[in-house]
């Protein structure tokens, strides 16, 4: 069952998406042709604890993999959980920076994509319509709507404009842990699913590919690509529904 927050708890979580806000622009300065992802990694990680807090990402496991950085950092066809190494980047390439973070026991949670010095319409136009479709589902998140009105919003914004949607990863609940129920689907039935009922905190996330909405989990237990090679594109916010409509924590 989705675990309703108060509004204590909400103010906590709004000091934690400030973090993730604060080290998303922070990245965004710094990233450019030659830089490594690695540097990127520890000018996040440094970030979050000069705030007193911990980046939710390092150590984190799934499947038996610990996560081993602070951010995940996926550049062109990873769609996520790209792994900063000394891998440097590249002008006309595009990369999505995800970011955890936990202050006084509460999560936060959010994720961009970054053009590299000058991209190509195609990847340009990606990138609008996946932070278009993560727009069209926050307006959603509201009081009595339903959770698979988020998922439909996305949906229709993304295949209007002739991408695709990654269907086997989600959005999610978090609070004081990273991943809490309900998981928040990039498609589905607008009018389906649990009632939206404030104080309830979720991790909206659009995964959009350029081409098939296929994916591979790479062997390291974390890079997930498209099958097709396609590029793809990831933005993401920590909303809260309040009684005034929903509440991105995620920004500054």
Not at 2 to 28: C, F, Q, T, Y
Not at 42 to 57: C, K, N, Q, W
């Amino acid at each position: 069952m989705p675990e309703l927050k108060s509004d204590r708890e909400i103010a906590v979580m709004r000091e934690a998406g400030r973090l993730v806000a604060e080290v998303l622009e922070l990245i965004g300065r710094h990233i450019a042709p030659g830089v490594s992802t690695k540097e990127l990694d520890t000018l996040a990680e440094d970030h979050i604890r000069s705030r007193g807090a911990i980046p939710s990402f390092k150590g984190y496991r799934m499947g038996g993999h610990a996560f081993p950085a602070s951010i995940c950092a996926s550049i062109d066809e990873v769609v996520v959980h790209g792994i900063p190494s000394d891998r440097t980047l590249v002008e006309g390439q595009i990369i999505s920076i995800d970011v955890g973070t936990t202050l006084n026991g509460y999560c936060g949670d959010g994720a961009r994509t970054y053009a590299v010095g000058a991209i190509d319409p195609l990847k340009q136009k990606l990138m609008d319509v996946t932070l278009a479709a993560l727009q069209a589902g926050i307006a959603k998140a509201c009081i009595g709507k339903r959770l698979g009105d988020i998922s439909a919003a996305v949906q229709q914004t993304v295949e209007a404009n002739g991408f695709s949607v990654v269907r086997d990863l989600v959005g999610h609940g978090i609070g004081r842990r990273m991943h809490e129920d309900p998981q928040v689907h990039n498609f589905g039935v607008a009018g389906t699913g649990p009632l939206l009922a404030k104080g309830l905190v979720l991790a909206i996330e659009p995964m959009v590919n350029a081409g098939d909405y296929k994916i591979l989990f790479k062997p390291d237990g974390w890079t997930t690509v498209t099958v097709d090679g396609s590029p793809s594109a990831h933005f993401e916010h920590t909303v809260a529904i309040t009684e005034n409509g929903p509440e991105i924590l995620t920004v500054i």
